[in-house]
């Protein structure tokens, strides 16, 4: 989402660094150029105006101006600034013992029924016993939607009925809690394309029988800055207690993300970052500002990782050693950074892994899929022996995987550098990073 914004900011500070000093008039040029990359990201204005004046602020001083690295402090300065933007320290929702209610509300289209199915997988699986409530009565198939959700995930789903009383609701639900215990309940709520009075009094009324613990507000990320008069309306009817951005993988330019802690006072708490059950991350404010700036996520990338340790696929064969490493390990590492992500978001949690691409570069999916195709189609013995691969079996595989022989070659070729690479990992001395080799 913040691709846009990254490298035009990070074009900025480019012509900042190498710099043995900065004048005051070279730190507000600079400033201005931010400011209408911010802008162009539909930011705010006033947000985007208090942004500026803040750094501009902390960085046109002697301290700053006449210190070694000038160019590093404004970065440092600019990071800082737009962690506070983004809502200073992560925040988390209230979780009690047991009575937690939580309550999604917000438009039609902005993801609710989905963010109620990802919470409550989220949260099963950190041991808590969820309850999903499908009160959204409004939109075709909603309730079938949360149902299916609810089955995929081993999650409970109550149903609220057409034109069911909310004194009704209320009373299945206490006894659906005493038969069953749960400790926390998500209620998907309807919504409407527009703000409508009979939307907000059925949410009202709603409110004041269930008395959520938190009443949390489904923001479409892709809709901009104009989610945020939506917030606000909310917010002074229902009364809020935080944020949840969906679709923050999406190719907007993120002025709502930026904008929305600034203008709605509410902090973000989620964000999904894919359409995947387990696609919803805390949301963490400094990670983000690390990935808009080009140095990277790295401990969203090390929770990934770790998310997946349990996996005994990952990691080498026992006995094999690092210059070992074959096509078959090859796919399953694959396959486990595809779990992670797409590699557009694993690359940009990797700090400067963006500078190694060609401007305006992206990854291609499309070809990371040709790959897992090809080898796919090798057998067990041709994926731990790529020597066996003659002419004639890449010929056979092509075929198999719907490819040319050409793109088996370049990927031997890719294949045979990423060996070589390994190997003169796995030969550094101790104290040079031999002792903490890669984990393949």
């Known amino acids: 989402m913040f691709q846009s914004l990254g490298d035009r900011l990070q074009n900025v500070f480019d012509g ?5 000093k900065l004048s005051e008039a070279d730190v507000k040029a600079a400033l201005r ?39 590093q402090r404004v970065v440092a300065i600019v990071h800082e600034q737009m962690v506070a933007t983004l809502g200073g320290k992560a925040a988390v929702p209230n979780l009690r013992n047991d009575g937690n209610v939580w309550m999604l509300v917000g438009l039609q289209g902005a993801g609710k029924t989905t963010t109620a199915g990802k919470l409550a997988y989220r949260y099963k699986a950190q041991g808590r016993r969820p309850l999903l409530v499908a009160a959204d009565t409004q939109r075709p198939a909603a309730r079938e939607q949360l149902r299916i959700l609810g089955q995929q995930i081993g999650v409970p789903v109550l149903e609220v009925g057409d034109d069911e009383p909310v004194r009704v609701t209320k009373q299945r639900l206490d006894a659906a809690l005493k038969a069953d215990f749960r400790d926390l309940v998500i209620v998907d709520t309807a919504g409407r394309l527009q703000i409508d009075e009979g939307l907000m009094g059925q949410l009202q009324e709603l409110r004041d029988a269930l008395q959520p613990t938190e009443r949390l507000l489904v923001v479409d990320a892709m809709t901009g800055q104009q989610s945020l008069p939506v917030a606000k309306s909310f917010d002074e009817r229902v009364g809020l207690s935080g944020l ?5 993988d999406g190719d907007a330019r993120g002025g ?4 929305a802690k600034h203008v709605t006072g509410k902090p973000i708490l989620f964000a999904g ?21 080009g140095m990277g996520d790295v401990l969203t990338l090390i929770e990934k990782a770790k998310a997946l340790e349990g996996d005994d696929d990952g990691a080498l064969e026992k006995g094999k050693g690092i210059g070992d490493f074959s096509l078959a390990d090859m796919l399953t590492q694959m396959r486990r950074i595809k779990q992670m992500g797409s590699f557009s978001d694993v690359l940009g949690m990797i700090p400067g892994a963006n500078k190694l691409m060609p401007p305006g570069a992206q990854v291609d999916e499309r070809e990371i899929g040709r790959v897992e195709a ?23 595989i092509a075929r198999g995987s719907g490819t040319t022989v050409q793109d088996v070659n370049r990927l031997m070729r890719n294949y045979e550098e990423m060996r070589t690479l390994m190997k003169r990992m796995g030969k550094r001395p101790p104290g040079r990073g031999g002792r903490n080799r890669p984990r393949f």
């Open 244 to 248: 949840i951005l969906t679709k923050m």
């Open 273 to 293: 970052m894919s359409e995947k059950i387990d696609g919803l991350e805390p949301f963490h404010p400094d990670r983000i500002a690390g990935r808009i700036l």
């Open 16 to 20: 900042l660094r190498g710099r043995g």
């Open 256 to 259: 709502a993300a930026l904008s």
């Open 374 to 396: 090809i080898i796919s189609s090798m057998t067990e013995r041709e994926r731990r022996d790529p020597k066996l691969l003659n002419a004639s079996r890449r010929k056979r």
């Open 33 to 71: 150029e931010v400011r209408v990359a911010l802008l162009e990201a539909d930011v705010n204005l006033e947000v985007a105006k208090d942004f500026v004046a803040q750094v501009q602020e902390k960085a046109i001083g002697s301290e700053t101006l006449l210190s070694l690295n000038p160019d």
